[in-house]
């Protein structure tokens, strides 16, 4: 159990907010009970809008109280889990910026672990054919929804696949002091949102481009993303692009870069580069890219794990 899940989830939401929690204690993978059903956003939970400058543009975030969230999680008997999705990270960020270099028009992309679903969002406004967000946390897959709708990008319900998420109403804006989203742009690309546990063993269909921002936090996390994302990436030349604090458990992502290109492995590493995000919480910090491509018979592509 976390610091936080044995009582004092004020002390480590303020951490939080100054950028000195420590994330690799959050969100154990052990069951938690289910409750009959989410509490609201906006009235159970207080929200607010913060706007985050991307290398493109800015884009608005609908982001949940911190406390409110961990003090539901320990009403409803969920003390093992921690609210540190509720921030935006500079590993998204860094995804973001990533991003705006790259030709999306053909690509289906994928965000795993998406938290308030940042890099997706960035995804779907430049272009992408199509965008899918997962995370095992519903409140954090229906913030990304309504982020999603703040920027003029439409949302779709998911069908087949794991149980996509309530949309809100229109009215639910006026809980913001917010008339209904702005109309979606013409020819934006539209995005669908669903709950998904990797631990799960559910599959899901591949994608052109996987993206997934900081989540090696957690050792036990290394094991089912090196089974999940090879399949994932079935497709010929599909990508992983993986965004991760540079200085925070590098033996994580060094666990799944040898898991995942290692002898008689299906991924090859393409290129590693440090940036610096001046965007998230916390602000300018060092963050690694690490892009990766579905090998093909007979290639010789890839770089050394080592610097």
């Known amino acids: 159990m976390s610091q936080m899940a044995r009582g004092i989830p004020r002390t480590a939401a303020r951490a939080l907010r100054g950028g000195l929690a420590r994330k690799d204690r959050c969100m154990r993978t052990s069951a938690a009970p289910k409750p009959a059903s989410l509490p609201v956003l906006g009235r159970d939970i207080k929200v607010e809008i913060k706007t985050v400058q991307t290398?493109?543009?800015?884009?608005?975030?609908?982001?949940?109280?911190?406390?409110?969230?961990?003090?539901?999680?320990?009403?409803?008997?969920?003390?093992?889990?921690?609210?540190?999705?509720?921030?935006?990270?500079?590993?998204?960020?860094?995804?973001?910026?990533?991003?705006?270099?790259?030709?999306?028009?053909?690509?289906?992309?994928?965000?795993?672990?998406?938290?308030?679903?940042?890099?997706?969002?960035?995804?779907?406004?430049?272009?992408?054919?199509?965008?899918?967000?997962?995370?095992?946390?519903?409140?954090?897959?229906?913030?990304?929804?309504?982020?999603?709708?703040?920027?003029?990008?439409?949302?779709?319900?998911?069908?087949?696949?794991?149980?996509?998420?309530?949309?809100?109403?229109?009215?639910?804006?006026?809980?913001?002091?917010?008339?209904?989203?702005?109309?979606?742009?013409?020819?934006?690309?539209p995005v669908c949102a669903a709950q998904y546990d990797w631990n799960s063993g559910l599959g899901l269909a591949p994608a052109d481009l996987v993206l997934a921002c900081d989540v090696l936090y957690d050792s036990a996390f290394v094991e089912p993303l090196a089974r999940l994302l090879p399949k994932l990436l079935a497709r010929p030349g599909s990508r992983l692009v993986l965004t991760d604090p540079t200085k925070r458990t590098p033996g994580h992502r060094r666990q799944l870069l040898e898991r995942l290109t290692g002898p008689g492995a299906d991924l090859a590493l393409m290129q590693r580069t440090e940036v610096e995000a001046l965007a998230g919480d916390p602000p300018a910090s060092d963050v690694q890219v690490l892009v990766l491509q579905a090998r093909q018979p007979g290639d010789t592509l890839g770089v050394p794990l080592d610097d």
């Open 55 to 189: 290398a493109s543009r800015p884009i608005r975030m609908v982001v949940p109280d911190v406390d409110q969230v961990m003090e539901y999680y320990l009403s409803s008997g969920q003390d093992s889990r921690d609210p540190y999705w509720c921030a935006v990270w500079p590993s998204a960020v860094a995804m973001s910026d990533h991003l705006t270099g790259m030709d999306l028009r053909q690509l289906s992309v994928l965000e795993m672990g998406c938290g308030l679903g940042l890099a997706g969002i960035s995804a779907a406004l430049h272009g992408a054919a199509s965008v899918r967000l997962y995370d095992q946390e519903p409140l954090a897959v229906q913030c990304a929804l309504l982020s999603a709708q703040l920027n003029g990008v439409p949302v779709v319900q998911q069908d087949p696949g794991p149980p996509s998420i309530e949309l809100m109403p229109d009215s639910w804006w006026d809980c913001l002091g917010e008339g209904p989203p702005r109309p979606a742009a013409e020819g934006c690309t």
